[in-house]
């Protein structure tokens, strides 16, 4: 995706020829998937203070000229990493590690910039070359010098006796051990340096990128604008845009624009938006004019904390009920024979998204079509079209966020959750709330700082982190697969705006949705996304996380409905295929298969095999 012209010193977007000077341009080796982005100036000062303080007063001007633009690029990492790239060259990148910050990793062309006045030199002996540039390490007996105050885990580079740049690395050992030229390894190599001859010295800026790559662009305009008028061919309902607030959805609203609709503006406010961004889009729906509908979760999050704990990337109840239900009402109220939703949904996000598709129907919101007209868009070109047309956008891509959602979002990186902190004053509430609950189970400061909240079983990268620092603490809630297996509702019910009453709960552990969904045949038939990992049945959905949320018209009817549903899952899980429920169905629609197994097309719903079962405790009030 990303090219280089090296005479005109700018990027170009896919096109093997530059379309300002006709010279061939040449590849980025961006680490995959490659969906880079601008290295705004907050990102760039932030890059230079850095160098400064790790390689020596003024380099940080000399690694990004003020001149010139830069690109960061998000890589996979424990937590935060961005590769660097300026002048074409991948400089190395920012990374950001748990309880230490942010830090550089250099590669050759960044030592290249920096030399004149960069601390972390080692002059490597004749000896050692051979086997430096055949990509081993550098041992202390080839050791000529080193700088005195390099310590171990500083970034070094390492030169040949005429001080030419070899490589650059990690040093083992400290300065005054490298002089010693003792035996074991001294610098861990990771880069080798090539010479390729390019230097990439002429300035640039974002308007000369914008034209470079102006026929690009407006190509895939158009092609988007295309798939928005066959949507309105396609389908006989209403096209409104799904707004977030953020950069994706800003670009796809004025795609529609420009496509010549006049789409509504859907905004489903979470009650977890930064101010910045429920002013963004309260500000883009009074410039373009469009009518602006939204649906408030209220405190929908924190009620939900009582029952569910804090959300994880393992178990995002969060998105349900503060996303999905606020959707649901908004579509159900205001597009009552259904509407087709243009969604800033990008393939270079997840994995799921990327197999998703440009077009869909939602299985939770009735009547929704999602469709997005920048699916194969990388993040450099959805930013290129903002430049173009001079569109303001969220001011927390200037403060060093990449991405605008929930302010304390699990799926966040403790980076991004740090500069929120720092300039949102509202994390202070959820900060409070997870010092309250850190402490009532006596579990290290670390828990917080290491933000291991966001995970209900941390996962083995995090947890070896953890070992490293020597952090022990005992998983949060989500209990083991022999534990008890039991539902918990919160207590009382809270009003639907149809006349009922909804609540929320979670069972103790993990669900095999597959077994579940089977047996929720009982209730009702069923719809059962593997994909989610959702089931759904009437008015009870079940999330394989273990959420569950439940509607029925009034309090005896909900009690019944949660102890149903409670006797599904324990015996879905838990069956040991004694047979006894067979014996109450009159249809035949159960059977044994080791375990409990139920035929949809035989079942009746009639709800007889519930009854007297081996893996159920019957009597215990619900929690």
Not at 481 to 496: K, Q, T
Not at 529 to 554: L, P, Q, R, S, Y
């Amino acid at each position: 995706m990303l090219r280089w012209c090296e005479e005109c010193n700018l990027p170009i977007l896919e096109e093997k020829s530059c379309p300002l000077c006709g010279s061939r341009t040449t590849v980025v080796s961006l680490t995959p998937p490659g969906d880079c982005r601008p290295a705004f100036e907050y990102d760039q000062n932030k890059i230079r203070d850095l160098a400064d303080h790790q390689f020596g007063n003024g380099s940080g001007e000399l690694l990004l000229p003020r001149d010139r633009i830069a690109i960061l690029n998000r890589c996979p990492a424990l937590d935060r990493m961005d590769e660097i790239v300026s002048d074409g060259k991948v400089l190395g990148a920012i990374v950001f590690e748990p309880l230490e910050g942010d830090k550089i990793i250099i590669r050759p062309p960044a030592a290249t910039r920096m030399l004149s006045c960069m601390k972390g030199k080692v002059i490597a002996d004749i000896g050692a070359l051979p086997s430096i540039i055949g990509g081993s390490n550098l041992m202390g007996p080839g050791v000529v010098s080193a700088d005195e105050d390099i310590d171990i885990g500083d970034e070094v580079v390492v030169l040949n006796p005429e001080g030419g740049i070899l490589a650059t690395g990690v040093a083992k050992k400290t300065g005054s051990e490298l002089n010693a030229k003792g035996r074991g390894a001294a610098v861990k190599v990771r880069w080798i340096a090539e010479d390729d001859g390019h230097t990439g010295n002429l300035p640039n800026d974002w308007k000369a990128v914008v034209s470079a790559n102006k026929t690009y662009i407006e190509r895939k305009v158009q092609t988007a604008k295309n798939f928005i008028t066959d949507l309105k061919k396609r389908y006989d309902r209403p096209i409104a845009v799904s707004f977030s607030g953020g950069k994706d959805s800003l670009v796809t609203l004025h795609l529609a624009i420009e496509a010549g609709l006049r789409p509504a503006i859907l905004f489903a406010n979470t009650g977890l938006e930064l101010d910045e961004t429920v002013e963004e889009v309260r500000r883009v729906a009074e410039e373009t004019g469009l009518e602006l509908i939204i649906e408030d979760a209220g405190d929908a999050f924190w009620n939900g904390l009582e029952i569910f704990g804090p959300p994880g990337k393992d178990f995002r109840w969060c998105c349900k009920t503060c996303k999905l239900g606020p959707t649901t009402r908004l579509i159900s109220k205001n597009f009552p024979e259904g509407v087709v939703s243009l969604i800033g949904q990008r393939s270079f996000e997840s994995e799921q998204r990327m197999r998703k598709g440009s077009v869909w129907k939602n299985p939770w919101v009735p009547g929704q079509i999602g469709a997005s007209p920048i699916q194969r868009w990388p993040a450099i070109l959805v930013w290129l079209f903002i430049f173009s047309r001079a569109l303001r956008y969220n001011p927390w891509y200037e403060k060093g966020l990449d991405r605008i959602g929930c302010f304390m979002c699990p799926s966040s990186d403790i980076a991004e959750l740090e500069i929120i902190k720092q300039m949102f004053p509202g994390y202070a509430r959820w900060e409070s709330y997870l010092k309250e609950y850190r402490e009532k189970r006596n579990w290290p400061e670390e828990w917080e700082s290491l933000a291991a909240w966001r995970w209900k079983h941390t996962p083995p990268a995090m947890r070896n982190k953890m070992r490293e620092l020597s952090i022990e603490f005992e998983e949060p809630e989500m209990a083991e697969d022999n534990a008890p297996l039991r539902l918990r509702v919160a207590s009382g019910y809270r009003p639907c705006t149809d006349g009922g009453l909804s609540a929320e709960g979670v069972f103790s552990r993990k669900l095999d949705l597959e077994r579940v969904q089977n047996l929720l045949n009982i209730i009702g038939p069923v719809e059962y996304h593997k994909e989610e990992n959702i089931a759904k049945t009437g008015d009870v959905i079940v999330f394989g996380e273990g959420a569950v949320t439940i509607k029925d018209k009034d309090e005896a009817a909900m009690s019944d409905l949660r102890k149903r549903l409670e006797q599904i899952v324990i015996q879905a899980m838990l069956c040991v295929g004694c047979g006894v429920c067979t014996g109450r169905c009159k249809s035949g629609a159960l059977s044994v298969k080791d375990r409990i197994v139920l035929d949809p097309d035989l079942c009746t719903h009639c709800g007889e095999c519930l009854g007297p079962c081996p893996v159920m405790r019957f009597g215990e009030e619900i929690e």
